[in-house]
């Protein structure tokens, strides 16, 4: 298996809504990120887990809550968010900082 | 900002003709990675060259590496439409699990 599933494809939420984005794989990949990509833009790093710690926090806002609970699942938990966090959501996954990234297809938020 | 800067931001192309994008970045890499985006979707991996390679292929792509320059590019050869898409380029710093993303190049093949 060398897929990095996200779910929801699709997510619609208001400002005071409470969501959470989830990000799973199977291939034993020691590293799991979170990505936000704006239209016509370059995916923009949020956070890194390695060995199941967060290792990385790209100054985000607290209103994105970050979550592993096991090694083969990340989650971003959304509260309170802005009509400017509208964005496609992207995690990825890697076995070792020398090697690629597998991406997940995304989660195409809208905050309303 | 460490980010990466991609040229040319967009570029169309006819069908059969060669597509070159240029990337530059800023810190010492471990290596540098190009990825290929289809609209609102995940980005797959075209073809990664450390630090200490100069050119590598696969398939129709080509990948140079000038790390006195900070800069590499991407060629593909004989494009199809298929090929049309938006590509990144990325680099890893050694010992960190940062990647950070180039600006991009928006493709446009024309059949």
């Known amino acids: 298996d060398t897929e990095v599933t996200q779910t929801p494809k699709h997510l619609v939420m208001g400002m005071t809504n409470k969501k959470s984005l989830k990000c799973e794989q199977h291939?034993?990949?020691?590293?799991m990120y979170w990505y936000k990509q704006k239209a016509k833009k370059p995916p923009e790093l949020m956070f890194v887990?390695?060995?199941?710690?967060?290792?990385i926090n790209e100054s985000v806002p607290s209103r994105f809550s970050p979550e592993c609970p096991n090694s083969s699942l990340l989650n971003l938990h959304l509260h309170a968010l802005q009509p400017e966090d509208s964005a496609l959501y992207l995690c990825?996954?890697?076995?070792?900082?020398?090697?690629?990234?597998?991406f997940g297809s995304g989660t195409q938020l809208s905050v309303l | 900002s460490q980010q990466g800067e991609e040229d040319p931001q967009a570029l169309s192309i006819q069908e059969g003709e060669n597509a070159t994008m240029n990337c530059s970045y800023k810190?010492?890499?471990?290596?540098l990675q190009w990825y290929r985006q289809n609209s609102g979707r995940g980005l797959v991996h075209l073809i990664l060259?450390?630090?200490?390679?100069r050119e590598k292929h696969s398939g129709r792509l080509r990948v140079t590496l000038d790390t006195s320059k900070k800069s590499s590019s991407l060629l593909i050869t004989a494009s199809r439409a298929a090929d049309t898409a938006s590509y990144f380029c990325?680099?890893?710093?050694?010992?960190?699990?940062?990647?950070?993303f180039g600006t991009g190049t928006r493709l446009k093949v024309l059949a």
């Open positions: 887990y390695s060995y199941e710690k967060l290792s």
């Open positions: 990325a680099t890893s710093t050694s010992g960190t699990y940062k990647y950070i």
């Open positions: 810190t010492s890499i471990n290596n």
């Open positions: 291939m034993g990949h020691r590293a």
């Open positions: 990825a996954s890697t076995e070792d900082p020398n090697e690629k990234l597998f």
């Open positions: 060259i450390r630090s200490n390679e």
